[in-house]
Nanobody, 121 residues
Framework: QVQPVESGGGLVQVGGSLRLSCTAS????????MGWFRQAPEKEREFVAA????????YYEDFAKGRFTISRDAAKNILFLDMNNLKPEDTAVYYC??????????????WGQGTRVTVSS
């Protein structure tokens, strides 16, 4: 399995923006869908957004709608997450993963190492 590698996290002020990227070291993700998940301190990992690799159709958790945009560069095998109007509650480690959906619930596997996002108020 190709392990994803995330980048782009950092420290940002409330209302700021970040772009996260995820690559498979130049290889294909070998997945029909890819997603972003996050884990805040002392909380369970949760779904953020996912897309179908073939057509880029996106899906978002409610808190991400209108603020986050998931996209991909299919030619370069890169997954992105553009995050705008960041809030302190967005502070978490963000993970890229192979995604799948069942009964409307997105789950991931083949996790990357994650990239930390800290939003300061």
């Amino acid at each position: 399995q190709v392990q994803p590698v995330e980048s782009g996290g950092g420290l940002v002020q409330v209302g700021g923006s970040l772009r996260l990227s995820c690559t498979a070291s130049g290889r294909s993700f070998e997945s029909n869908a890819m997603g972003w998940f996050r884990q805040a301190p002392e909380k369970e990992r949760e779904f953020v957004a996912a897309l179908w690799w073939s057509d880029g159709a996106p899906y978002y958790e409610d808190f991400a709608k209108g603020r986050f945009t998931i996209s991909r560069d299919a030619a370069k095998n890169i997954l992105f997450l553009d995050m705008n109007n960041l809030k302190p509650e967005d502070t978490a480690v963000y993970y890229c993963a192979r995604a799948s959906v069942s009964r409307g619930i997105w789950t991931g596997d083949n996790w990357g190492q994650g990239t930390r996002v800290t939003v300061s108020s």
